[in-house]
T-cell receptor
Framework: ETGVTQSPTHLIKTRGQQVTLRCSSQSGHNTVSWYQQALGQGPQFIFQ???????GRGNFPPRFSGLQFPNYSSELDVNALELDDSALYLCASSVTGNYGYTFGSGTRLTVV | AQSVSQHNHHVILSEAASLELGCNYSYGGTVNLFWYVQYPGQHLQLLLK??????LVKGIKGFEAEFIKSKFSFNLRKPSVQWSDTAEYFCAVIGGSGNTGKLIFGQGTTLQVKP
């Protein structure tokens, strides 16, 4: 079985710019969650997508948005980047109702 | 709000020493508990999980954890660590009925095992 694939692996952006991160979920999984992991911290839940709709959101501003596609892949978009957005962004896929999450290796975003 | 607390931020052990990492959560209802490991440069991997039943849970690579409901704790243990256990360890919880399956992670514990 394939795992969760995230792209790109590393990214450097300037404050105020916009960024799109991508995630291909594991085969057979229909739910995608996104997490932000700041340096030295545990991952924090951003939001989850199921059936192409947002299905739960953490304490993140609206400039963090996402999409899920019919093939269950997903995008995380962040507008008006701030320095504090620098972090590792993790994607996790699962089957709804089954808490067997598979995590990707993440995208390391640096905002300068 | 639910939270997870990991008391040990950085642990240094010699090979063959025993390991216990503390984890406490703040939620009074039904919880699902997890321990994840993140090896350097790799993705988060599930070590073990507790949903119900026997409170002593065995996971991969010789790890185990004990759920003590009265103490809101889910400590991770390993009798004898190896150099390859050097990694970041995260405790996580999903709590409440009808929730979206949002994982709430602790801050993490960095384990360094000296050969």
């Amino acid at each position: 079985e394939t795992g969760v694939t995230q792209s790109p692996t590393h990214l450097i952006k300037t404050r105020g710019q916009q960024v799109t991160l991508r995630c291909s979920s594991q085969s057979g999984h229909n739910t995608v969650s996104w997490y932000q992991q700041a340096l030295g911290q545990g991952p924090q839940f951003i939001f989850q997508y199921y059936r192409e709709e947002e299905n739960g959101r953490g304490n993140f501003p609206p400039r963090f948005s996402g999409l899920q596609f019919p093939n269950y892949s997903s995008e995380l978009d962040v507008n008006a980047l701030e320095l504090d957005d620098s972090a590792l962004y993790l994607c996790a896929s699962s089957v709804t109702g089954n808490y067997g999450y598979t995590f990707g290796s993440g995208t390391r975003l640096t905002v300068v | 709000a639910q939270s997870v607390s990991q008391h040990n931020h950085h642990v240094i052990l010699s090979e063959a020493a025993s390991l216990e990492l503390g984890c406490n959560y703040s939620y009074g209802g039904t919880v699902n508990l997890f321990w994840y490991v993140q090896y350097p440069g790799q993705h988060l991997q599930l070590l073990l999980k507790y949903f119900s039943g026997d409170p002593l849970v065995k996971g991969i690579k010789g790890f185990e954890a004990e759920f003590i409901k009265s103490k809101f704790s889910f400590n991770l243990r390993k009798p004898s660590v190896q150099w390859s256990d050097t990694a970041e360890y995260f405790c996580a919880v999903i709590g409440g009925s009808g929730n979206t399956g949002k994982l709430i992670f602790g801050q993490g514990t960095t384990l360094q095992v000296k050969p």
